[in-house]
């Protein structure tokens, strides 16, 4: 049968708790439990020494949870009507235990509880997760000034241009025409740090690979 505890901020509470308290150390017994708490927390201030019993309980109950809250605090008042507090009967506590040893302070965590903080956990995993970047290949044709222009540092001079997500890969000298070779040359980029264009104006056809090359042009461009 539980006992139901009124208006604790008040005298005639206060009483009530008091009264209910002669001749018991905690609310449901001779241990610590969560009807304590419960109580606990609807009692706004440690009740005068006019209730002995209360008060003593009171002191009792501020100890043991003293070492779950190790910070300093500050001290603070809370206004208001208290809600009503039910207080579970007196059980006989069993042989070599009791729930002192372990205490919480917020009761048991239900299946509810568990699944939304899993679902917060994975969120929060997969916002915090980088979003995986795309890839392109693509196929360039790099043109010298003339034929006298040397091929073998031309090529040199293109892959001497590095950047991150920029990767070079197989070549291949064509014939154009008047014995001037082009020479085609396969990349694949990341689509979110490399920008062709960019790489063709201010890289390879800019100094110092202007020196060998003329022109750069896409051939072919393909998402991978």
């Known amino acids: 049968m539980a006992i139901t505890f009124s208006d604790l901020h008040t005298e005639s509470g206060l009483k009530s708790l008091d009264q209910y308290l002669s001749g018991k150390s905690y609310i449901s017994g001779n241990q610590l439990t969560k009807d304590d708490i419960k109580v606990y927390a609807a009692v706004l201030v440690k009740p005068a020494d006019s209730f002995p019993n209360a008060s003593s309980w009171y002191d009792s109950v501020s100890s043991r949870l003293a070492p779950s809250f190790p910070g300093k605090a500050v001290g603070v008042r809370v206004d208001g009507k208290g809600a009503p507090v039910d207080a579970a009967a007196a059980k006989p506590a069993a042989a070599g235990g009791g729930d002192d040893d372990d205490l919480d302070l917020f009761g048991d965590e239900t299946e509810e509880d568990k699944k939304a903080a899993e679902e917060r956990e ?40 590095e950047m991150p997500g920029l990767f070079w890969g197989a070549s291949k000298l ?27 104006e201010e890289h390879l056809t800019a100094e110092p690979c202007n020196e060998y090359i003329q022109s750069c042009d896409i051939v072919a461009f393909n998402k991978i």
Do not use: F, H
């Open 122 to 161: 994975a969120a929060k995993k997969q916002s915090s997760k980088k979003k995986e970047s795309g890839k392109s290949s693509v196929l360039l044709d790099v043109k010298p000034w003339d034929d006298e222009t040397d091929m073998k540092k031309l090529e040199e001079a293109v892959r001497s241009v």
């Open 174 to 200: 064509v014939p154009v025409g008047y014995g001037i070779k082009k020479l085609q040359i396969m990349i694949t980029i990341v689509d979110d740090l490399v920008s062709v264009d960019s790489l063709i």
